[in-house]
């Protein structure tokens, strides 16, 4: 168990970079998630933290040491693969016990952990089978299982639940979130999924096409995003993304037009230039209200009744912009028909014409 | 089983090897009146010549057809045994003196007496000669040509070596004296005298000379384990004296003629059999000359002719008629001789050796003039060995390997000999 | 055709099978000729002829087991080709594997040019076991040959013959059939392109070096093409024949040193028509090679895995 550092690290295949200078770092005991779109470069630095991929140019630091040129041998890491990587051969005990046979732990120590991992893992009646003969899930358990004898420094983990039906993944997720907690240990954890990214990091790294666009805790990155692409990746439904134009601003808001006489005031601060800017409101942040207190009033286009909450298709008049507005419980709302909203001022974020957010008011922001 | 149908069986144990050559004969002209095989091994000139005398008779005999097929000896006694078992033999074969009585008593070739003096024309040829091709009383064979075991040396490194060969009456120890004195001029890597321990035919010799032989009229060995280690030993001395060349040069001297010391250029003697010396002056470009082998200090000759090559009409053949006139047109035709030459040895013809004398060339007046000087010095032929004597040849030259890469004495190797052959002779 | 009229029986159920699947046993039709005729009628014949005494010449002469009588008891040149035999098997074998799965390793490693090695490296296999290449062989170990020039570099006494050295020629002809590694490298290639790479990556990140990963990844993975490997080439080294035969003119010498079993076998049959004691030699032939595959078939249990945890 240990602590992770990374300056500057970048990844080339040849003429084509693939990860553009990367800087973090990973506390002892955290659990950290790499999400991204497909093709963003997660796995490949989570490959190059293992050791098994070359690192082009910056540094690697496990626990101070720098380990660029220590190959994946002898890091120290354990890795829990996509595929799980179990080695058909070898029975389920074989599979766990090989890492320990290598290092040349002690028999005893060995029974001692495999009995363990397999009693925390509940794969105690497998023991004996080969991984042939194991569903998914159960190979997936394994697969944890050989990581976590070997007491590694780190847990790394890419998808590893990609190949599971849903009910199993969120099993699953819940199973590693309380292995993490049981452990203590260091963890770095690549999904694409950003439920489960939300559910089980404590720090979330958004990279999008090898470089980092943010690092925060779950919720932070959910209530400030830094920029137009983590608001859009983080949540479900996604954000609504809406582009206005500044008409005014003020000491502490600005009023953006976003449709023809539609004008929502943000509570933001005074912006040099008036200019384009784009308004983001999660679906969640709506209110319905009646006509007159109405910041906005859409035109329905379809609604989905899940019944603990609904979501409600619209768009701003002129048809130009749609908006998602989830609300709780039931509403009984017809398609076409016209439907009143507020948002509260906290929960507004816009961002300039780069994608970059503009500073919240944090005083008025609070309140929600 | 009745007879037919153990032949039938017969036929069918060796069909699949057989069947290749049967569809092999299908080939040429499809409407000729009749078809001939002929088959006989030999080597590049031999076919060469023989195929050309072939055409010539297919020309002179029109309606006949023959399909020919020259193989290694090696090669070509398995294939005879395949095709006698699958009843498909050739209609015309060569023969080799060894296995005349075998054929002829297992009635695979036939008498041929019915087509001397109809088809076939023996009257130049000696009464004598003729009698070697016969089995019981009957002609099963006519003999192509008559040769000796001989000396084969290169005249062209003796002159270089400012030697000269001793009189053709020398005996043994004049022989290996000769040896030493070449030896004595010889460069480095180069021997006097090819180790020919394993020919059977110098040990044959070696053993008429001290009035034994190979093998009784009985079909007996007609040697003891002593005689045997005496000729190994005589080989010994000269090998341990350097006179000939080392083992691993010998060992590797088989039946091609390319493979002999001599034409490996690593000796100055080799032995052969006389009708040979063209094909090795072909391997050679130095010149080389023939003679007798040497004689036993108050010995007897052990040298005589061989009628090694025979003309056989096989049992199986559909148009023996037509099978004697090749055989006639082979042994007889001037012509056709004058292509042959003395590639088979002597024409037993004397009409048509007569013929070829006018115009003898090179190798034919060296092989005439041996042929005089040894018509003097012979021994009557053996009588025909006994089946498994060829075993027996190997078995000789496989001990002779034993004992030059000393594994063997040469008394351990005569003793092994003579049990070895007995066995072989046991389960022939 | 058959009239519908008829009630429908057994024999009408066979016909209907019959005709179901009339096309595919005339497709057959050739293999079965060829089966029958080619190769089960004349087995079935040498094993008869085995128990006689079979000139060719002559029709066979049941002689009981005198065959394997004289086989076990007295034929001194059937042990010579047992030994020499087992010696050729017992090394070339192992060689030759050894090779064609280092050669597959490194093959596999390597990146660029791949395909071209591959071809250069299958190369020996196509043309190895030619007769022109054994002529060949002939040459190069003769005698003031190439690798006598060789060998006094490295200060052996000049003029020697490898192949004419009975104390050679064996090893000659064991090194010249590992230098067909061909066939037996293209199926590890094939064999080690099957094994994913995450477990080589896995196994790395356990801590196994290159070499343990060699041995408790690769090896075991790599099992059962090595089982096949094993026995095919186990059965072609047992039937070797070509090579022994050219470099010895058919001889198996010198001195019986090369005197593969075979060539012995060929020899009897067809040098010294000896066709009932040929076909005995064969039949035990047979007997070992199946003894041999069904031990290695035992064997397999040990140390073969599948897949699928069989
Ligand atoms: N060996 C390679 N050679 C060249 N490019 C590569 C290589 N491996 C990966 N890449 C590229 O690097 C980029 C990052 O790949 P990586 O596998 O890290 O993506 P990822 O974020 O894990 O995607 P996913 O969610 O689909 O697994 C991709 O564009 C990929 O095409
Ligand atoms: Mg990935």
Request: proline letters at 5%.
């Amino acid at each position: 168990m240990a602590d992770l550092k990374l300056v500057n690290v970048c990844k080339s295949y040849g003429q084509v970079d693939v990860i553009h200078g990367v800087d973090l770092e990973v506390k002892h005991g955290e659990f950290v998630v790499f999400v991204g779109p497909s093709g963003c470069g997660k796995s490949t630095l989570l490959r190059m933290i293992a050791g098994l991929e070359e690192i082009t140019d910056g540094d690697v630091v496990i626990d101070g040491d720098y380990v660029n040129d220590v190959d994946a041998t002898d890091r120290g890491l354990a890795m829990v693969f996509q595929s799980y990587a179990l080695y058909p051969h070898m029975t389920v005990r074989k599979n766990l016990s090989f890492g320990l046979e290598i290092a040349r732990v002690a028999r005893q120590e060995i029974d001692r952990r495999v009995a363990e991992a397999a009693r925390i893992l509940k794969i105690e009646d497998y023991l004996d089978r080969h991984p042939a003969k194991l569903s998914g899930g159960q190979r997936q358990r394994v697969a944890i299982g050989r990581a976590i004898v070997r007491e590694p420094k780190i847990f790394l983990f890419d998808e590893p639940l990609s190949n599971l039906d849903a009910e199993l993944r969120v099993a699953t997720r819940v199973e590693i979130a309380k292995l993490h907690e049981r452990l203590g240990a260091t963890m770095i954890y690549v999904t694409h999924d950003q439920v489960e990214a939300m559910t089980m990091a404590d720090k979330i790294v958004v990279l999008r096409n090898g470089v980092v666009e943010q690092i925060g805790a779950p919720l932070d990155l959910y209530n400030h995003p830094a920029n137009l692409f983590v608001a859009g990746f983080i949540g479900s439904p996604r954000m609504n993304l809406l582009e206005g134009r500044v008409i005014g601003s003020r000491t502490g808001e600005i009023e953006i037009e976003i449709a023809d006489n539609v004008r929502i005031t943000a509570p933001i601060g005074p912006l040099p230039d008036v200019g384009k800017v784009t308004l983001g409101i999660r679906p969640e942040h709506f209110a319905r209200v009646g006509a007159e207190e109405a910041q906005l009033a859409l035109t329905i286009d379809f609604v989905e009744a899940l019944g603990g909450e609904t979501l409600v298709y619209g768009s701003l008049p002129g048809g130009s912009q749609p908006i998602i507005v989830k609300l709780d419980g039931q509403h009984l709302i017809e398609n076409g028909a016209s439907l009143s909203l507020t948002v509260q001022p906290g929960q507004m974020h816009v961002f300039d014409a780069t994608g970059r957010a503009l500073p919240k008011m944090r005083a008025t922001a609070a309140a929600a | 089983m009745t007879n037919i149908s153990r032949r039938s069986f017969n036929r069918y144990l060796l069909a699949s090897a057989a069947g290749a050559a049967a569809f092999g004969g299908l080939t040429g002209s499809a409407f000729a009146d009749s078809r001939l095989r002929f088959m006989w091994w030999g080597n590049p000139t031999r076919d060469e010549r023989t195929n050309a005398v072939v055409d010539l008779f297919e020309s002179a005999n029109s309606g006949i057809v023959v399909d020919t097929e020259a193989l290694a000896s090696n090669d070509y006694w398995p294939k005879i045994a395949t095709q006698a078992a699958g009843g498909n033999m050739p209609d015309v074969m060569q023969m080799d003196y060894r296995f005349l009585f075998e054929y002829a008593r297992r009635g695979q070739i036939v008498p041929l007496d019915g087509y001397v003096g109809n088809q076939i024309d023996l009257t130049n040829f000696d009464p004598g000669f003729v009698d070697s091709g016969r089995v019981d009383g009957q002609l099963f064979g006519i003999p192509f040509g008559a040769n000796s075991p001989s000396v084969i040396y290169n005249m062209t490194k003796l002159a270089e070596y400012g030697v000269t060969l001793p009189d053709p009456s020398w005996t043994w120890d004049q022989f290996w004296d000769f040896a030493r004195e070449i030896q004595a001029a010889a460069p480095e890597g180069q021997w006097a005298v090819a180790d020919k321990g394993s020919w059977e035919p110098a040990f044959d010799i070696f053993l008429r000379q001290q009035g034994k032989m190979l093998y009784t009229e009985e079909g007996e060995l007609g040697y003891t384990a002593a005689d045997a280690a005496e000729f190994f030993d005589m080989w010994r001395v000269a090998r341990e004296n350097g006179l000939v060349p080392p083992a691993d040069i010998t060992a590797q001297d088989s039946d091609g003629l390319d493979t002999r010391p001599i034409s490996r250029r690593r000796v100055a003697i080799d032995f052969a059999h006389s009708n040979h010396l063209g094909g090795l002056q072909g391997q050679n470009p130095d010149e080389l000359g023939i003679t007798l082998f040497p004689h036993r200090e108050g010995g007897i000759p052990g040298q005589y002719m061989k009628c090694a090559t025979l003309l056989c009409i096989t049992a199986n053949s559909q148009a023996k008629e037509d099978a004697a006139q090749l055989v006639d047109f082979l042994l007889t035709d001037p012509e056709a001789n004058n292509i042959l030459r003395m590639e088979r040895g002597v024409p037993g013809d004397n009409a048509v050796a007569q013929a070829l004398l006018e115009d003898p060339d090179d190798i034919e007046r060296k092989t005439i003039e041996y042929f005089e000087i040894v018509q003097g010095n012979v021994s009557p032929m053996p009588p025909p060995p006994p089946s498994g004597a060829g075993e027996v040849e190997v078995m000789l030259v496989r001990l002779y390997g034993e004992l030059i890469f000393d594994r063997l004495t040469p008394e351990q190797a005569g003793e092994r000999l003579v049990n070895d052959a007995q066995t072989i002779l046991a389960r022939a | 055709m058959a009239t519908t009229t008829i009630p429908r029986s057994r024999r009408d159920a066979i016909a209907k099978r019959w005709q179901r699947g009339r096309s595919g046993y005339m497709f057959l039709i050739p293999w079965l000729i060829g089966f029958f005729a080619l190769t089960l009628g004349p087995a079935l014949a040498s094993l008869y002829l085995a128990f006689t005494k079979y000139d060719v010449l002559t029709p066979p002469v049941f002689t009981g087991l005198d065959n394997f009588g004289y086989m076990f008891f007295q034929d001194y040149r059937f042990r010579q080709a047992l030994q020499v035999t087992f010696t050729y098997v017992l090394w070339s074998v192992p060689l030759k594997l050894g090779l064609a799965l280092l050669i597959a390793i490194a093959l596999d490693k390597g990146t660029r040019g791949v395909d071209l090695y591959r071809a250069i490296f299958y190369l020996p296999s196509l043309i190895g076991g030619s007769v022109a290449i054994a002529v060949l062989w002939r040459q190069l170990f003769d005698r003031d040959g190439l690798t006598d020039q060789l060998l006094q570099l490295l200060g052996w006494p000049p003029g020697t013959s490898l192949l004419n050295n009975p104390d050679h020629a064996l090893k000659t002809l064991i090194v010249l059939s590992v230098w067909q590694f061909g066939a037996p490298m293209v199926i590890f290639l094939a064999g080690l392109r099957q094994i994913p790479q995450h477990l080589h990556e896995a196994a790395r990140m356990d801590g196994a070096k290159t070499m343990q990963r060699f041995s408790r990844i690769t090896l075991p993975l790599l099992a059962p093409v090595i089982f096949f490997n094993l026995i095919m080439q186990t059965i072609d080294a047992f039937k070797a024949f070509t090579q022994a035969f050219v470099v010895s003119a058919g001889t198996g010498g010198p001195i019986d040193s090369t005197l593969f079993y075979t060539l012995y076998l060929y020899q009897e049959g067809f040098a010294f028509f000896r066709m009932g004691y040929a076909s005995a030699l064969a039949w035990f032939l047979l007997i070992i090679i199946a003894a041999f595959t069904a031990l290695t078939f035992l064997s397999a249990k040990y140390w073969v895995h599948y897949d699928d945890g069989r």
